[in-house]
């Protein structure tokens, strides 16, 4: 997927979509095309909060120079990003995590 799909993905996961006008609603107020979740942490760190919020036991975790998707519980988690600059490894993560929420969880 394109990094444009991708950000559409996220947002959404986030509720910005508006899909009668395929424009992102009130709260970021562009189209889809200007989604900035891969290079802003301003838009990206929301991401995070939701998935650390949800009542899924799953949580992406930034630690150190690494990110982690845990599952509370599951020794078989985590999932290590490491290697890559810390946004594209936390984007990466958050990708991850809403195609499995996507699939498995609602």
Not at 35 to 63: G, R
Not at 72 to 88: A, F, H, L
């Amino acid at each position: 997927m394109s990094k444009e799909e991708l950000n559409k993905l996220i947002a959404e996961f986030m509720g910005e979509i508006n899909s009668i006008e395929d424009k992102i609603s009130f709260t970021k107020n562009c189209s889809t095309d200007e989604l900035k979740y891969h290079t802003s942490w301003d838009w990206l760190m929301p991401v995070v909060e939701k998935i650390n919020n949800l009542k899924t036991l799953h949580f992406i975790v930034l630690e150190g120079k690494r990110v982690q998707w845990i599952v509370e519980d599951d020794e078989s988690m985590p999932i290590v990003y490491q290697g890559k600059p810390m946004i594209e490894m936390t984007y990466q993560a958050v990708v991850e995590f809403i195609n499995f929420y996507n699939k498995n969880c609602i």
